[in-house]
Nanobody, 130 residues
Framework: QVQLVESGGGLVQAGGSLRLSCAAS????????MGWFRQAPGKEREFVAT????????YYGDSVEGRFTISRDNAKNTVYLQMNSLKPEDTAVYYC???????????????????????WGQGTQVTVSS
């Protein structure tokens, strides 16, 4: 069992930056692939970014590529999402997710799907004003 707690959301002006954190419980954090998703009002949950066990592989959604960076610190059981050049359309609740999969089972086609993940956090609100 893994529990995930997001933090770092807030209100920021367009062009600004925020760093989200996701703290995970459990001693086997390093064996989980991690992801960030977001959901805006009236819209479906959208893939943002994902990172493999030891951070060797990362993938991003098209709308955030080049602006957001996902990283992890396995010693701190934490995954981060650095968000730069924020736009009003980035406004959403951001969710952290964990997938318990074998290292060789980490594939981009799976890692971008919300149903691939086993555990989810409660979410943190990010609001970008114009």
């Amino acid at each position: 069992q893994v529990q995930l707690v997001e933090s770092g959301g807030g209100l920021v002006q367009a062009g600004g930056s925020l760093r989200l954190s996701c703290a995970a419980s459990g001693r086997t954090f390093s064996s989980y692939a991690m992801g960030w998703f977001r959901q805006a009002p009236g819209k479906e949950r959208e893939f943002v970014a994902t990172i493999s066990w030891i951070g060797g592989r990362t993938y991003y959604g098209d709308s955030v590529e080049g602006r957001f960076t996902i990283s992890r610190d396995n010693a701190k059981n934490t995954v981060y999402l650095q968000m730069n050049s924020l736009k009003p359309e980035d406004t959403a609740v951001y969710y952290c997710a964990a997938a318990h999969v074998g290292y060789n089972d980490y594939d981009r086609n799976d890692a971008v799907r919300a149903d691939w993940y086993d555990y989810w956090g409660q979410g943190t609100q990010v609001t970008v004003s114009s």
